[in-house]
């Protein structure tokens, strides 16, 4: 989870928040303030790219300068270290199709050089860590790929990127990406040994050292090896945007979720098809949800991600994420998570909260919730606004002048209020 940074609003064209820049400081020299906090890691990729200390050093260069110089055109709804990623990833793509020769000879890199290179924002969803990714033999094996079958490689196994960000970053498919990474994966299986020490260390140790180093290829062996020969436990290696929950049946969903993928996750997860389903969890005087298979869920997720899920009418925190989640399941914050229950601390603080199915659209009358959803979205599409603002140019403003709740914003709103208002277009033959 990555922390907030903010600019100063005299050199800056707008502020920064951890995943989505709109558009980028002015001054070089603020520029370069943001930059340096990635620089490391970007010279790490560059260098696994090209396999080359002095190739590295000048291709990150040029990606900085070309990041400097397309800084206007950045409005894209990627992060910004995404985006510096994509620029390395092309100039080292451009460097590797400009050379006289088809590989290279990797060579090391002073150790100084690679102080830093460590990525909070990577996850635990990288298959190689840190100091493996650098090692001459992994870097041997890396320049045998083809460029792009390396570049989708580092992108998704070191730097633990999703298939959808890979595709957006290299402007191709899913598909193609997906098919790149298994046969990269192939060829490494079939070249690379990765390291074992000489004596191997007992089962905890193992999981301690896999999960410090966020090696999940290595969890996922442990978890296998362990429970082999278990019927109740099937460990499935997968991204969880992209499984269908509802083939193990009615069961609890537990997860550290990256902050990244948080929401969308919890958006499956709430989806009556494939998430939350009644189970005798639901108090009686709940309506359960219909005949989804997991009964309730569990999550460890930014703290400040926690606010909004569980916030109410009235509060900064509440939004359409809130009325989204709190349409589908009662949210219940059971305890924050300092940093420094992590290893390596990260720069926010974490909650655990708790999801128990409801259908509220069920108990406020709502045969389509779907729509009712677009709806409570629309009025919340400009959150300082007020509901006039925000809906007259779909309902008209005739219709918008004749409402008492026309001058409020939506953050004063609760569900119900919602609801009423949602029934009163029906009626009026505009829902």
Same mark, same amino acid.
């Given at each position: 989870?990555?922390?907030?940074?903010?600019?100063?609003?005299?050199?800056?064209?707008?502020?920064?928040?951890?995943?989505?820049?709109?558009?980028?400081?002015?001054? !070089?020299?603020?520029?370069?303030?943001?930059?340096?906090?990635?620089?490391?890691?970007?010279?790490?990729?560059?260098?696994?790219?090209?396999?080359?200390?002095?190739?590295?050093?000048?291709?990150?260069?040029?990606? #900085?300068?070309?990041?400097?110089?397309?800084?206007?055109?950045?409005?894209?709804?990627?992060?910004?270290?995404?985006?510096?990623?994509?620029?390395?990833?092309?100039?080292?793509?451009?460097?590797?199709?400009?050379?006289?020769?088809?590989?290279?000879? /990797?060579?090391?890199?002073?150790?100084?050089?690679?102080?830093?290179?460590? &990525?909070?924002?990577?996850?635990?969803?990288?298959?190689?860590?840190?100091?493996?990714?650098?090692?001459?033999?992994?870097?041997?094996?890396?320049?045998?790929?083809?460029?792009?079958?390396?570049?989708?490689?580092? %992108?998704?196994?070191?730097? !633990?990127?999703?298939?959808?960000?890979?595709?957006?970053?290299?402007?191709?498919?899913?598909?193609?990406?997906?098919?790149?990474?298994?046969?990269?994966?192939?060829?490494?299986?079939?070249?690379?040994?990765? *390291?074992?020490?000489?004596?191997?260390?007992?089962?905890?140790?193992?999981?301690?050292?896999?999960?410090?180093?966020?090696?999940?290829?290595? +969890?996922?062996? $442990? $978890?296998?090896?362990?429970?082999?020969?278990?019927?109740?436990?099937?460990? @499935?290696? !997968?991204?969880?945007?992209?499984?269908?929950?509802?083939?193990?049946?009615?069961?609890?969903?537990?997860?550290? $979720?990256?902050?990244?993928?948080?929401?969308?996750?919890?958006?499956?997860?709430?989806? /009556?098809?494939?998430? +939350?389903? /009644?189970?005798?969890?639901?108090?009686?005087?709940?309506?359960?949800?219909?005949?989804?298979?997991?009964?309730?869920? =569990?999550? %460890? @997720?930014?703290?400040?991600?926690?606010?909004?899920?569980?916030?109410?009418?009235?509060?900064?925190?509440?939004?359409?994420?809130?009325?989204?989640?709190?349409?589908?399941?009662?949210?219940?914050?059971?305890?924050?998570?300092?940093?420094?229950?992590?290893? *390596? *601390?990260?720069?926010?603080?974490?909650? =655990?909260?708790? #999801? +128990?199915?409801?259908?509220?659209?069920?108990?406020?009358?709502?045969?389509?919730?779907?729509?009712?959803?677009?709806?409570? &979205?629309?009025?919340?599409?400009?959150?300082?606004?007020? %509901?006039?603002?925000? %809906?007259?140019?779909?309902?008209?403003?005739?219709?918008?002048?004749?409402?008492?709740?026309?001058?409020?914003?939506?953050?004063?709103?609760?569900?119900?209020?919602?609801?009423?208002?949602?029934?009163? $277009?029906?009626?009026?033959?505009?829902?």
């Amino acid at each position: 989870m990555g922390g907030i940074a903010t600019t100063r609003p005299d050199t800056c064209r707008c502020a920064r928040s951890t995943h989505n820049w709109s558009m980028l400081v002015e001054p !070089a020299e603020d520029f370069g303030d943001q930059v340096a906090d990635y620089r490391s890691e970007l010279f790490a990729h560059c260098y696994r790219m090209l396999g080359s200390v002095d190739e590295a050093e000048d291709a990150l260069q040029e990606a #900085l300068t070309r990041a400097w110089q397309g800084r206007d055109t950045y409005r894209e709804p990627i992060s910004f270290r995404a985006w510096l990623y994509r620029i390395a990833t092309n100039t080292c793509l451009n460097a590797i199709e400009a050379r006289k020769r088809d590989r290279t000879e /990797p060579g090391p890199c002073p150790d100084d050089l690679l102080t830093g290179i460590a &990525s909070a924002e990577a996850g635990p969803e990288a298959r190689y860590d840190t100091h493996e990714s650098v090692s001459l033999a992994f870097l041997t094996v890396l320049q045998v790929l083809p460029p792009r079958q390396r570049a989708v490689l580092l %992108l998704r196994d070191v730097l !633990a990127f999703r298939g959808a960000e890979v595709a957006r970053l290299l402007e191709t498919s899913v598909q193609a990406v997906n098919s790149s990474l298994q046969r990269a994966r192939a060829t490494l299986r079939g070249s690379y040994v990765r *390291p074992r020490l000489a004596n191997p260390p007992n089962l905890l140790e193992r999981y301690v050292r896999a999960w410090e180093a966020a090696d999940v290829a290595g +969890l996922v062996e $442990l $978890l296998r090896t362990k429970f082999q020969g278990e019927p109740r436990l099937t460990v @499935v290696e !997968a991204d969880a945007l992209e499984t269908d929950l509802s083939q193990w049946g009615a069961a609890a969903i537990a997860g550290n $979720l990256p902050y990244y993928a948080a929401t969308p996750i919890i958006e499956k997860v709430l989806t /009556p098809e494939k998430g +939350l389903s /009644p189970e005798r969890v639901l108090l009686p005087e709940k309506v359960p949800l219909p005949g989804a298979p997991v009964s309730r869920a =569990v999550f %460890l @997720v930014q703290k400040e991600v926690a606010a909004r899920l569980a916030a109410g009418p009235g509060s900064r925190d509440y939004g359409y994420l809130s009325v989204q989640t709190q349409m589908h399941a009662d949210v219940e914050r059971l305890f924050d998570v300092p940093p420094s229950a992590f290893r *390596p *601390p990260p720069k926010v603080d974490s909650t =655990v909260v708790r #999801l +128990l199915p409801r259908n509220r659209a069920a108990e406020l009358g709502l045969s389509d919730p779907a729509r009712f959803l677009r709806f409570a &979205s629309q009025c919340f599409r400009q959150k300082r606004k007020t %509901l006039r603002n925000n %809906l007259a140019g779909i309902y008209g403003k005739d219709a918008m002048d004749g409402w008492p709740e026309a001058g409020k914003r939506a953050e004063e709103l609760s569900i119900e209020d919602f609801a009423e208002l949602y029934r009163r $277009l029906a009626i009026e033959g505009k829902a």
